[in-house]
T-cell receptor, first 112, second 115 residues
Framework: AQSVTQPDIHITVSEGASLELRCNYS??????LFWYVQSPGQGLQLLLKYFSGDTLVQGIKGFEAEFKRSQSSFNLRKPSVHWSDAAEYFCAVVFYGQNFVFGPGTRLSVLP | GAGVSQTPSNKVTEKGKYVELRCDPISGHTALYWYRQSLGQGPEFLIY????????DSGLPNDRFFAVRPEGSVSTLKIQRTERGDSAVYLCASRYDSSNTGELFFGEGSRLTVL
């Protein structure tokens, strides 16, 4: 069955440090891939998306993600984290049809 | 409208009561999705509409849950005989069309608490 996993439930990093959030999917073909962020009390906001072409995609707020077909992964990265990046991050995948399947999320805490 | 609007933002009800949650999508968006998010979890798919019809309702947990979108714009999620386990944030999202390249735009959710 198709699934999306985010192995890290909670990550804590210091402000200014680099960040990588992991996302893996299980599917027989290349799906369409998204990263969303949810700040406390707010709706989900799109950070970036991948459909085809260049496997390194740039998003808003200085985030980027790299699609690796061989690893069925779409990891999110940021070179220098800001305190305002503390939030919940969700990887989402569109398999067949148009149903978005979300991972369980990774909560990011940022230390001053 | 400028964004996806959901009402009410908070709803407290008693077990066994009937609840309606409303979603007003971004103008011109033909696809509309409902998700449910429990504390500490990712959004769980419930149903999506393309126009007026439900294109996929495989996520509705049981027949107490029903959703409509009669004119292809506003949608209402209806929950009958609510149970404590229905307590969650119900998220609505819209999309310009159903092609795979379009992203979802989310509302801020309706928090349902069943006492």
């Amino acid at each position: 069955a198709q699934s999306v996993t985010q192995p890290d439930i909670h990550i804590t990093v210091s402000e200014g440090a680099s960040l990588e959030l992991r996302c893996n999917y299980s599917y027989g073909a290349t799906p369409y891939l998204f990263w969303y962020v949810q700040s406390p009390g707010q709706g989900l906001q799109l950070l970036l998306k991948y459909f085809s072409g260049d496997t390194l995609v740039q998003g808003i707020k200085g985030f980027e993600a790299e699609f690796k077909r061989s690893q069925s992964s779409f990891n999110l990265r940021k070179p220098s984290v800001h305190w305002s990046d503390a939030a919940e991050y969700f990887c989402a995948v569109v398999f067949y049809g148009q149903n978005f399947v979300f991972g369980p999320g990774t909560r990011l805490s940022v230390l001053p | 409208g400028a964004g996806v609007s959901q009402t009410p933002s908070n709803k407290v009800t008693e077990k066994g009561k009937y609840v309606e949650l409303r979603c007003d999508p971004i103008s011109g968006h033909t696809a509309l999705y409902w998700y449910r998010q429990s504390l500490g979890q990712g959004p769980e798919f419930l149903i999506y509409f393309q126009g007026t019809g439900a294109a996929d309702d495989s996520g509705l947990p049981n027949d107490r849950f029903f959703a409509v979108r009669p004119e292809g714009s506003v949608s209402t999620l209806k929950i009958q005989r609510t149970e404590r386990g229905d307590s969650a944030v119900y998220l609505c999202a819209s999309r310009y069309d159903s092609s795979n390249t379009g992203e979802l735009f989310f509302g801020e959710g309706s928090r349902l608490t069943v006492l």
